[in-house]
């Protein structure tokens, strides 16, 4: 199997509020990491070459890396796509449809309050310059603490909505908070999605074997420091997907679901 950096961002932003802050980092360190992948010889594919090597089609390049935004924050616009423009590089969006600004509503409200989300004619221009817009679900639920209805209704009820939007098909799909089961996974299946991306292990090398509906990326964060994306531009620094689930995550998934049922859920920052 060959690694493959699929790196995972949220905001890219000067100012971001406290509850984002950790998952955001500033423009200045952005373009560095885009000049480190660009000077380490990794080449940036879209996913759909990922995804299509993963059901046994073309091989991938040699150190091949794919983009991807989390949730749709308004940034992505105004500064992320400028720079992925500037260099030709390909990218995917994946937006939580009820956190999007609509037409004379104001931006900051539903499931991400006190920050600038895109709005969706922002993300039919972004889809007609040739970013990929992809699903994050409704709400960013934890879709594996729901009822099977309920997360049918993000899962499937995100596609539509973003369909219904930009006028034909989308095919990708992220966890909200990177949580999944083998029954969540199902569920994407079955609504049409063809592939989503997880966060495994907290941060994880995908790879041409990895499984298409759940395969790993590289989490960036305020705190990745310039030596922990150096060691991942080099291929090293996290396991490599496919690899089982841990006892651990396990546990995890069991008190999220025990707190979701007596009615108080965890409250994780977003993913």
Known sequence: MTAVHVFLYHAVSDDSPPWLAPFTVTPRTFVEHLDMIADSGMHVVPLRQLVAAQLGG???????????FDDGYADFAFTVAPLLAARGLPATLYVTTRALRAAGRPSGGGPFPYVDMLSWAQVRELDAAGVEIGGHSMTHPQLDTLPRKSAMEEVAGCKREIEDALGHPVVSFAYPH????????????????????AI????????????????????????????????????????????????????????????????????????
């Open 58 to 68: 073309p091989p991938l390049p040699p150190r091949s890396a794919v983009l991807t």
């Open 178 to 197: 990177g949580y999944s089961s083998r029954a969540v996974r199902a569920l994407v299946r079955e609504a049409g999605w063809t592939s989503a991306a």
């Open 200 to 271: 495994r292990a907290d941060s994880a090398f995908s790879s041409d074997g990895d499984d298409p509906l759940w395969f790993a990326r590289l989490m960036v964060r305020a705190d990745t420091g310039r030596e922990r994306f150096t060691l991942w531009a080099g291929g090293t620094g996290a396991p490599m997907a496919p690899f089982a689930e841990s006892l651990r995550t396990r546990g995890w998934r069991a008190y999220r679901r025990a707190r979701a049922a007596t009615g108080r859920p965890y409250r994780g920052l977003p993913a």
